[in-house]
């Protein structure tokens, strides 16, 4: 009896343990050691988490959902929009905008939606290592479809960027679902700049904002000069590596199944999850915007800190309940305004 009361308590204690872990472990202790990052770097965020926004819109022209202030787009300078009509599956809808403003050139996809069986199609469309890239390892549909945006697009693209000279920047931008097509988009693009006119390396760059996990971790350190990963806080996407197809198709239970991934991952040993060489991670460069604090309540000036993690990046999942909202776009381009004004003072 006391052995079986031992065993009991020893089981009590351990699921203490790993509770009391997971449930103080925070968004911000992931970028802890992180620097921060610089003014210039963290501009364009918010600018580009407008742009993706409009792709929203049926009309520029009278915005439904623009944030205070609109989306600081002239709708004069959309080169092109995209629907589903148009895309016929093979991408989600995207539009062709040249800012002459800040000389870019950019291409922005929409995220996930949910009422698009094609949007799932694209996300279904994998398994654990059964595509190979460039030395690596990717998700195999959104790389199809970022193969695809690629043949559709690049005489369009092409011709702006011959038209504009060398002073533009080729700009690659989507939100969740999008993220991982343009950050895809950006690796076949670099691989394939006489495609885009001979454009050099250093003119091309890609924001993956909420970034799905698409490629090895080999080659998201290798494009960590042309991707840039935007994260919220506690966003969940980037920190698991649940099949995208399972995390959308249990969105309505998304609670459950966060926390079914932490349990299951506390009992997978660190080096195993992370020796694998197909598992796939948030691309590029990190930029992590922090908001939050152990312990204190509300939202504080946001702070954003950036690295090139080697070693697994946001590997956890953040117990909380703020892991679905920091996924929005529209949080994350009010934060990153902040950001800016705050790093700015």
């Known amino acids: 009896m006391s052995v079986s009361c031992g065993m009991e308590c020893v089981v009590v204690l351990g699921c203490m343990r790993w509770a009391w872990k997971r449930c103080t472990y925070i968004g911000s202790d ?13 501009e364009a965020v918010p600018r580009v988490c407008r742009i993706i926004l409009a ?3 049926s009309d520029l022209r009278n915005p439904q959902w623009a944030p205070p202030g609109g989306y600081g787009l002239n709708p004069d300078w959309v080169v092109k929009r995209v629907t589903y009509e148009q895309t016929q599956g093979q991408a989600p809808p995207y539009l062709i905008y040249c800012d002459h403003e800040h000389r870019q050139i950019v291409l922005a996809i929409r995220g996930l939606n949910l009422a698009k069986e094609s949007d799932y ?12 890239f460039d030395g690596g390892y990717v998700h195999h549909g959104l790389l199809n479809s970022a193969i695809w945006l690629l043949d559709q697009e690049s005489e369009t693209l092409r011709q702006l960027w011959v038209e504009k000279g060398s002073c533009y920047e080729m700009v690659f931008a ?19 700049r006489d495609r885009l006119g001979g454009i050099p390396r250093e003119k091309i760059r890609c924001y993956a904002v909420a970034p799905a996990r698409c490629m090895s971790l080999n080659l998201a350190v290798k494009y960590a000069d042309v991707i840039y990963s935007i994260v919220l806080q506690d966003d ?16 309505f239970c998304l609670p459950c199944l966060l926390f079914l991934v932490c349990l299951r991952d506390t009992f997978i040993p660190e080096g ?19 908001e939050r604090k152990f312990c204190r309540c509300g939202r504080f000036p946001p702070e954003v800190r950036t690295a090139i993690p080697v070693d697994g990046r946001f590997e956890h999942i953040v117990l909380s309940c703020n892991a679905t909202s920091d996924h929005g776009i529209v949080w994350i381009e009010r934060e990153a305004e902040k950001a800016v004004e705050v790093s700015r003072k």
């Open 236 to 251: 969940f996407l980037p920190r698991t590596a649940t099949p995208l197809e399972d995390i959308f198709r249990s969105l």
């Open 30 to 42: 992931d970028s802890a050691t992180w620097p921060l990052a610089t003014p210039d770097e963290i």
């Open 174 to 192: 989507g939100h969740s679902l999008g993220s991982g097509v343009a950050a895809l988009l950006t690796v076949v693009a670099v691989n394939h």
């Open 272 to 290: 195993r999850k992370l020796g694998d060489p197909r598992r796939l991670y948030a691309p590029g460069r990190m930029y992590h915007i922090v």
């Open 121 to 132: 199609k694209l996300l279904m469309n994998n398994r654990l290592g059964m595509r190979m």
């Open 55 to 57: 792709v929203y819109e």
